[in-house]
């Protein structure tokens, strides 16, 4: 369980103090599959980043399996990090090592053997149904396919937590549900839970249990997915799902 009280997180900046995230309070369950929402410059991506501490938070704990994390540092906060994989918009991967090498990667630097490491890889490569690809680098790969290396990366550790930042978003309508349909799989599978944020209703409305909307640093509304998005209480919260009605308009 995740769970993030009274959190603020204040940036400086060249013109003074500028607070991106005021008193959140969010509690996430072991296998969630967790929905963050919001306006473009709401805290989203600072909100995801305090939760393994590549932001620090200014006040407030980021408390996981009921241990308080904000102060760890050193081999601790290293430790953590193991325990939670990342995803991101631009897939990230690492040019110029093969798709086996960019999944081996986070085992090469924990020191696992290079036997173990090859056994991992193989089981990760094919749990994301990129087993034929291994020995291709990045640039040979779509969007998608670059993705699903990103998420193999993401579970090599055997992580219980995976954080996705934008996902889909640089991906087409297709791809992006045999992604979600991945993240799914992985979540109900080895029961990871999953905190996604996305700018896209859609993929809320498809994998996500539940879902929290930030607005201009401060969450407006949380709840269960099906709930919030038949009875939204906030106007931000109807305006955000307008897109999604115009979706479902266009399908049917
Ligand atoms: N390192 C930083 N220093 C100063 N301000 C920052 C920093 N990072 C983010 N901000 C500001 O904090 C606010 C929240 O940024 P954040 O990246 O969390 O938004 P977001 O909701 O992820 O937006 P987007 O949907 O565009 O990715 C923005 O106004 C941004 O300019
Ligand atoms: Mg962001």
Redesign the pocket.
């Known amino acids: 369980m995740i769970e993030i009280k009274n959190l603020s997180k204040i ?3 060249n013109y003074g103090e ?1 607070k ?1 995230l005021e008193d959140i309070n969010i509690t996430i369950n072991d296998g969630d599959i967790f929905g963050i929402i ?10 995801l ?1 305090c939760i393994n501490l590549l932001e620090k938070p200014s006040s407030g704990h980021v408390v996981i399996d009921g241990q308080d994390i904000t102060g760890f540092a050193g081999s601790q906060l290293l430790q953590l990090r193991r325990n939670i994989g990342m995803v991101f918009q631009r897939f990230n991967l690492l040019m110029q090592r093969t798709v086996k090498d960019n999944v081996a990667f986070p085992l090469e630097i924990c020191g696992v053997p290079k036997a173990d490491r090859d056994k991992r890889v193989a089981e990760l490569l094919e749990l994301v149904g990129l087993a034929d690809k291994a020995n291709n680098y990045p640039v040979q790969l779509s969007g998608g396919q670059q993705q699903r290396v990103a998420i193999a990366r993401a579970l090599a550790n055997n992580p219980g937590i995976i954080l996705c ?2 996902p889909t978003s640089a991906l087409d309508s297709l791809t992006t549900s045999s992604l979600l349909q991945l993240l799914k799989e992985i979540n109900e599978k080895l029961g990871v839970t999953i905190v996604i ?1 996305t ?1 896209e209703m859609s993929v809320v409305n498809k994998i996500c249990n539940r879902v929290a909307v ?1 607005n201009d ?1 401060r969450i407006i509304e949380q709840g269960v997915t099906k709930e919030v998005f038949s009875n939204p209480q906030h106007e931000m919260t109807k305006l955000l799902l307008s897109d999604l009605i115009v979706v479902k308009g266009g399908e049917n």
Do not use: C, P, Q, V
């Not at 919001?38 to 909100?47: H, N, R």
């Open positions: 940036y400086n900046t500028f991106a919001g306006m473009s410059g709401a805290g989203k991506s600072t909100l980043r930042d934008e944020i700018h930030i640093a």
